[in-house]
């Protein structure tokens, strides 16, 4: 990894095997200067979101820039065609685009590669001693692989000790972007109430398709019920998040769930009707009460991209509504509403997230700010 200056590669692991949530006063050396990051997949809708959002970041510094070999070899800003409303960071559209090989002069790589190679690009960094952060699938159901929601799952960072890649390297993914969205409204109902079952209808944007999309004559004027293995991938990582660390190992919660995904006509956003069985009683206040005082431990670590609140719980009966929330807290804020008694299950209420920020982007820069912040990546 020429080209970059590293304080110390070895493990942040081997020498601090027993404690991994440390000091935070311990990582401020380590934020004295930018961590030089890379964006695998950057000319993709993901990887546009990435690049603008850490443009302006002040724990991170993009110092290179991979794609697919059609854009090789020339400047960013004539291999993408940028979507992004702000214009494109002048410091990036002057990068050569290169090959998303181990050879990058930085020590995070954010990728958002397709899936299609994804898997095997991401292991190679992180056996080159890369601290890689996955908005890809492929990785997410491995068993020594955490699948983080820094608010919901701190804990399970501590798998990382079994995966023992070289010179400090590791593999963190994010859920589905519909599974952060759920996960944030339903941690707080797990830690006060606990969670038996939960059933989901989930109206997601065309954005999270990708570019370019669902065509207009599919989508406009329509809602499409189905999306390729989503209901799948939403009933299997669930319960991950919402698992804990037990033992040497993540043990998934013994909940059940239930999802049904459509695609609609939203640009952004992710809408989601849920419905929950509790564990122990309580009242619609006391659901409420639950959203707005949740204070997970990461809060305390002051974390650059972390919403304030986490969670928005709205009174008005058409709230929230994807035109107008889904940029709260700059699209990192979880919003819901309309909490009522389910004459089915216990309770139902309605959720949204803004899929590209929080659910995929965003996610993934606030998963970095913990690593950095917890004193676990060393450059």
């Not at 509790?278 to 974390?303: G, H, M, T, Y």
């Not at 928005?312 to 990192?332: A, I, S, W």
């Amino acid at each position: 990894m020429s080209g970059i200056d590293f304080l110390d590669e070895s493990s942040a692991l081997d020498r601090d095997p027993d404690r991994l949530i440390r000091d935070v006063k311990s990582s401020e050396l380590y934020l004295r200067r930018k961590v030089p990051v890379g964006v695998l997949g950057a000319t993709g809708g993901v990887g546009q979101k990435l690049v603008e959002l850490l443009a302006r970041h002040p724990w991170m510094e993009v110092t290179c820039i991979a794609a697919s070999e059609k854009s090789q070899g020339i400047p960013y800003k004539e291999a993408v065609t940028w979507r992004e409303l702000s214009p494109i960071p002048e410091h990036t559209a002057k990068m050569q685009v290169r090959a998303p090989t181990p050879d990058l002069p930085c020590k995070i790589v954010f990728s958002a590669l397709d899936s299609s190679i994804a898997g095997d690009v991401e292991k190679a960094f992180s056996e080159k001693g890369y601290v890689v952060i996955s908005c890809a699938k492929n990785h997410r159901m491995d068993e020594n692989v955490p699948m983080l929601v820094p608010e919901i799952n701190m804990d399970q960072l501590e798998i990382l000790k079994t995966q023992k890649f070289p010179n400090g390297g590791m593999l963190i993914t994010k859920p589905n972007c519909s599974v952060i969205g759920l996960c944030l409204a339903l941690r707080p109902l797990q830690l006060e109430f606990g969670l038996e079952a939960v059933h989901v209808v989930t109206m997601q944007s065309i954005s999270g398709a990708g570019f370019p999309g669902v065509p207009s004559m599919s989508v406009l004027d329509n809602v499409i019920p189905y999306i390729a293995d989503e209901e799948e991938r939403i009933e299997r990582e669930t319960p991950k998040v919402l698992g804990s660390f037990q033992n040497g190992k993540i043990v998934f919660s013994d909940m059940k769930i239930s999802a049904q995904c459509t695609r609609v006509p939203v640009n952004e956003g992710h809408l989601e009707a849920v419905s929950v069985k509790l564990k122990n009683p309580c009242k619609p206040e006391d659901i409420i009460r639950a959203w707005r005082e949740f204070s997970p431990p990461c809060v305390e670590l002051d974390l650059f991209s972390s919403p304030n609140p986490i969670i928005t719980y709205f009174e008005e009966n058409d709230y929230p509504q994807p035109k107008l929330h889904k940029n709260l807290q700059k699209g990192m804020g979880t919003a819901v509403g309309r909490v009522k008694k389910d004459p089915i299950l216990d309770y139902k209420f309605f959720v949204l997230s803004n899929n590209m920020v929080r659910g995929a982007a965003g996610g993934a820069i606030l998963t970095a700010e913990l690593l950095i912040k917890q004193g676990l990546v060393f450059w």
